[in-house]
Structures are given as structure tokens and as C-alpha cells.
């Protein structure tokens, strides 16, 4: 099954700046703007300047909350909501639902593939979603909840939507805003919101810094679409990287790719797990597996700079105990 928004255009998916400041309003009603920072002894790492967008500082420890707060607004708004919100999610998609759903007083139902991050699946409930386990990977679990929306009537909050992507895409205005003349920014790509925010981002300032989208070579579904120009879904996603687990590219997001990403760099699991502990070492941050892919992609490529300003966006710092004690014990 490719996953799809529907037939709306790339243009939906676009926004003025005007319309990005709107949605920042609403983003910022549930939390503040995260931080991007320069730290020395990274970029000294990467050899060149690197400036962090600190995704992982927000409330849910993820980017995904701000498109989660702009998406239920507008449900809350249009009354839409039905018996209430169900989502599938390896965990940081699920957190910013529950979190929004809470906030407008709507009910929420994430599903989550069997033997998923246990502590994403802690907050989920934490903040007040019913969980349900289901299937091998997200593909399965997505499958299952559009079963479960029509079976139980409730409102599929999608994965990638333009009011999501709007709303993610407030941390790219932030940072381009915060920093000037950035060459390029690495972003990871789960199903792809954040990158396509952060393209939509880029457009509406006029800037023509470079975005480079980051995948597992365990979960490179992306990466082959982007080198063919059309979907090509893989039959597994094995990556400790769970934000990147995907193995069905959505076509409309996948488009706005081809259109406006430099490139699609591939890192290995062993890649992503040192730049979780350098991200440690060098600014006692906690990255998942998907927050620290940018940074192991720019060390990867560290030879294409010399002093050039890079971006990399810490997407979020759900990584559960038990993997990250190992990565720091073992690295």
C-alpha cells in the first residue's frame, strides 16, 4: 500500500510566511520556540560550523508536536473530530496527537507496531492516548488504524497533511530566521513532514540554502524514490532508527522532495549510533535515532566543507534507556 494524502497538489503544501506566522501563533500557545545552537566542539567534529535546531527541547521531545497543535486546531475549529483522533506511529507522531488531542479535549487512539519503543508507548498514554499494538512496522500499524477509523468512527489523523507540514515547518522559519546565510541543513525523512516544512520553509523566505534529506540504509525507501523519481516501497525497515522506519513512501511528500531537495544521503545503523553518542559527548544533548542521522550524514560528507554554515535539525530525543546505555557503553 503507498501511502497518500489524497490528490491535493504540491501547492497546498506550500505557505507565505504570513501564513507560517499564523500557524506559529498556534504552535505557541502549547509550547516556545526551540533553540538553535552553535556548539564548538561539534563543529570542530564535523570541520565546519555547525548550528543545531533543537527539536528535542520541546515538550514531547520531537518536532511533530507544532503540526500536531495546528491540525487539531483546525479539527477542534470545523468540529470535525467524530468520536476522536486515531493515529499510527512509531512514537513521536503519537506523542504530539495525544498531546493535542488533550489540550482540545478530543479522545485519542494511536497504533503502534508490536515490540515499539517502550518508552514512547509510555508517554503516549501518559498523555492520555488508548494504545494499540499491531503488526510488524508502521505500514502494518497505518493499515490497521484506517480499519479502526471506520470500524469505531473516529478521525484519522494523518501522518503528513499540509496543515501538518505547515505547522512543522514554524522550526525551519525559526532557524532561518536565527541564523544567516546557512549553506545547507540536513533533515532526517520519516514519512516526511518535517523535510517538506522545512523546503516550504526555505521557499517562503526566498533563501536558496541547500536541504539534504537523511535516511537508514536499512530504511532507504526515500532515498531509492528520490534516485528513480517515483515510489519505491521496500519490504522492510530494520533500522534502531525507529522515526525513519518507514517502507512505503507517501507519494505527495516524495514529490516536493524531487522539487526541492539538494539530495538524499543514506547512513548506516553503525553511522546513526555514534552520532547518537557524539551528540553526547561534544553537547551532553540526548538524541534518538533519527534526531542524530543529520549529524552522522554531515560527518559522512565533512570533506564537501571548509568553513561553510551548516544546519542539522535534532529532530527529537525519544531514544528508550536501554539502547542509548548501550551506545554509550559500547562507544
Known amino acids: 500500500m503507498v501511502n497518500k494524502t489524497s490528490t491535493v497538489s504540491d501547492e497546498a503544501f506550500a505557505a507565505s510566511i504570513a501564513e507560517f506566522d499564523?500557524?506559529?501563533e498556534i504552535v505557541y500557545e502549547g509550547l516556545s520556540p526551540s533553540p538553535q545552537i552553535h556548539w564548538p566542539?561539534?563543529?570542530?567534529?564535523?570541520?565546519?560550523?555547525?548550528?543545531?535546531?533543537?527539536?528535542?527541547?520541546?515538550?514531547?521531545?520531537?518536532?511533530?508536536?507544532?503540526?500536531?497543535l495546528v491540525f487539531a486546531r483546525h479539527i477542534d475549529e470545523t468540529g470535525s473530530a467524530g468520536r476522536g483522533f486515531i493515529a499510527a506511529t512509531r512514537g513521536n507522531h503519537g506523542q504530539s496527537v495525544a498531546f493535542a488531542a488533550q489540550r482540545y479535549g478530543i479522545g485519542a487512539v494511536v497504533v503502534v507496531p508490536e515490540g515499539n519503543n517502550p518508552d514512547k508507548n509510555r508517554a503516549m498514554i501518559a498523555y492520555g492516548a488508548e494504545l494499540i499494538e499491531?503488526?510488524?512496522?508502521?505500514?502494518?500499524?497505518?493499515?490497521?488504524?484506517?480499519?479502526?477509523?471506520?470500524?469505531?468512527?473516529?478521525?484519522?489523523?494523518?501522518?503528513?497533511?499540509?496543515?501538518?507540514?505547515?505547522?512543522?515547518?514554524?522550526?525551519?522559519?525559526e532557524l532561518f530566521r536565527a541564523v544567516a546565510d546557512l549553506d545547507t541543513v540536513y533533515a532526517?525523512?520519516?514519512?516526511?513532514?518535517?523535510?517538506?516544512?522545512?523546503?516550504?520553509?526555505?521557499?517562503?523566505?526566498?533563501?536558496?540554502?541547500?536541504?539534504?534529506?537523511?535516511?537508514?540504509?536499512?530504511?532507504?525507501?526515500y532515498a531509492r524514490s528520490f534516485a528513480q523519481r517515483e515510489p519505491c516501497p521496500t519490504e522492510s525497515a530494520n533500522t534502531m532508527a525507529d522515526g525513519l522506519a518507514v517502507r512505503t513512501p507517501n507519494e505527495r511528500a516524495l514529490s516536493i522532495m524531487l522539487r526541492g531537495a539538494d539530495r538524499i544521503v543514506c547512513v548506516s545503523d553503525a553511522e546513526i549510533e555514534a552520532a547518537v553518542v557524539a551528540y553526547f559527548s561534544d553537547t551532553h544533548n540526548v538524541a534518538e535515532g533519527a534526531g542524530a542521522a543529520p549529524l552522522a550524514a554531515l560527518?559522512?560528507?565533512?570533506?564537501?566543507y571548509d568553513g561553510a554554515r551548516v544546519g542539522l535539525v535534532l529532530s527529537g530525543s525519544n531514544i528508550d534507556r536501554a539502547t542509548f546505555a548501550r551506545l554509550l557503553k559500547d562507544n
Open 22 to 24: 499564523a500557524a506559529a
Open 41 to 68: 566542539l561539534l563543529s570542530q567534529r564535523c570541520g565546519t560550523e555547525v548550528w543545531v535546531k533543537h527539536e528535542n527541547h520541546l515538550p514531547t521531545g520531537s518536532f511533530k508536536v507544532r503540526g500536531g
Open 134 to 173: 499491531h503488526g510488524r512496522d508502521f505500514d502494518a500499524a497505518y493499515e490497521h488504524a484506517i480499519e479502526l477509523s471506520r470500524d469505531r468512527q473516529l478521525t484519522l489523523f494523518p501522518s503528513f497533511d499540509p496543515l501538518l507540514v505547515r505547522g512543522v515547518g514554524t522550526y525551519g522559519v
Open 188 to 221: 532526517p525523512i520519516g514519512l516526511g513532514s518535517g523535510i517538506c516544512g522545512l523546503i516550504a520553509a526555505r521557499d517562503a523566505l526566498g533563501l536558496r540554502t541547500k536541504i539534504v534529506g537523511v535516511v537508514s540504509s536499512n530504511a532507504d525507501a
Open 299 to 304: 560527518i559522512s560528507e565533512r570533506d564537501r
